[in-house]
């Protein structure tokens, strides 16, 4: 099955959309592959996000086959990408199933057809329990959220009471100046107090934390630990729910690795699911990620016994637009287009359209940078005499790709030679 084809449901292409060619309305995103567009051929409209089939799959099979050596689940964060193609690409190489953040995260994977989320957030307030609670009464919607005081507790105890349901929950564990997640001891006896008070609407299914807010190892190993005595602990005051595996998740795409190791084989006295939630290893990136892969590829045994890593997938083409002075480029890619919060696009390959390089493009000077953004213009630093002319096209690495899908709602999918294969929606 190719990428193009990976969506249950095929909605149409939005003609106001940017990153696309002229095409016939009504079309649906399934038939973009039958268009014959090529990105060289300047089908497309620049700027353009776009995914590198071959990459992806490496991705999908790399992030499969090192889980599967720890015998842990994935369920990946879908906040990264909030694209169901990306998701269903996802389940159908082994995903147990997809994390997300919100209420109206969940209702948007739901739709389109997941049917086991993990909420790793708290869930609060009226309307975003009402959503949760639609999707609920589907007996074949699996849902946990996270819990981490007595207010939270007691306010999804009433609601999920008054509408006959029960909310399957987690304990959220927090490091001392973290983000969210109960501090210490007494707060989490509190709010297991509180979790009692709702036998009928609220069932305790084990524990999760994020370890992405730490920066040592050390600590954070530290903090996994806390988490497998905490999860060993109410198994064996029978605190959590016996009809469904117990779970005990953690892991963004920064320490999956140790995460796993703390993780893997932990024994509670009955059925548990280890559940890791890296999302970002599906485009990977040259930045944070690429660091922390390398620092993998060091350190774990499993990673050293693979063939390769993951793989940077993600990248947007521009326009050199202008070149008013020597020593600078100004490129038709801005900060709405590409992430620029934890650094700035990496210019990769060149390509001159009719150029004496047609066909194949080349890699990218060594010395252009991206030095600064505004909202529709990328700055780079070139060299005078560099061979680059206006209506060069480039394509760019990314930092973060988080922030640069939340600008698209259309990521086409390419193969190595360029050709569109499909189209991935997104739904923030």
Not at 338 to 344: N, R, S, T
Not at 382 to 406: K, N, Q
Request: charged share 20%; aromatic share 8%; net charge negative.
């Amino acid at each position: 099955m190719t990428l193009a084809n990976s969506l249950i449901s095929s909605p149409q292409l939005d003609p106001a959309g940017k990153g696309l060619g002229m095409f016939p309305a009504g079309l649906a995103s399934a038939d973009a592959a039958g268009l014959g567009w090529n990105l060289l051929a300047q089908d497309v409209s620049l700027p353009v996000a776009v995914l590198y089939e071959s990459r992806v799959r490496h991705n999908l099979q790399w992030m499969r086959q090192f889980l599967t050596a720890y015998r842990v689940k994935l369920a990946p964060h879908g906040k990264t990408t909030m694209s169901p193609r990306l998701f269903h690409m996802q389940l159908e190489h082994g995903a147990w199933g997809i994390t997300l953040a919100t209420a109206p995260q969940t209702k948007a994977a739901y739709l389109h057809g997941v049917r086991r989320v993990l909420m790793a957030n708290q869930l609060v307030g009226k309307a975003n329990m009402a959503i949760v609670a639609q999707l609920l009464r589907d007996p074949d919607f699996s849902f946990c959220c996270l819990v981490d005081s007595v207010a939270s507790a007691r306010q999804l105890g009433a609601f999920f009471a008054a509408q006959g349901l029960v909310l399957p929950v987690l304990i959220e564990l927090g490091p001392q100046g973290g983000r969210t997640g109960v501090r210490d001891d007494a707060a989490l006896l509190a709010v297991l107090d509180e979790l009692a008070n709702w036998p009928q609407s609220l069932a305790l299914a084990g524990v999760e934390i994020y370890e992405g807010v730490l920066k040592e190892e050390d600590e954070i190993r530290a903090f996994l630990r806390r988490a497998v005595a905490t999860l060993r602990e109410l198994a064996g005051a029978a605190r959590l729910r016996s009809d469904a595996p117990a779970i005990l998740t953690g892991a963004g795409s920064a320490w999956f690795d140790v995460v796993a190791e703390e993780f893997a084989g932990v024994d509670i006295g009955q059925p548990l699911d280890v559940v890791l939630r890296p999302g970002c290893y599906l485009s990977h990136d040259v930045g944070a990620y690429r660091s922390a892969a390398e620092r993998i590829a060091r350190n774990n045994p499993v990673a050293r016994e693979m063939a390769s890593s993951l793989q940077p997938a993600l990248q947007v083409w521009a326009y050199v637009q202008s070149i008013p002075e020597p020593g600078r480029a100004i490129i038709a890619l801005g900060k709405r287009d590409a992430a620029f919060d934890a650094g700035m696009p990496v210019p990769d390959m060149r390509y001159r359209p009719g150029g004496e390089a047609c066909g194949k493009p080349g890699k990218a000077a060594p010395h252009w940078q991206i030095t600064a953004m505004m909202d529709q213009h990328a700055f780079m630093q070139i060299a005078p005499g560099d061979d680059i002319e206006v209506g060069d096209m480039l394509s760019f690495d990314v930092c973060h790709p988080c922030l640069t899908f939340d600008k698209w709602r259309q990521v086409l999918l390419i193969d190595d030679r360029y050709d569109v294969t499909g189209v991935a929606e997104t739904y923030f």
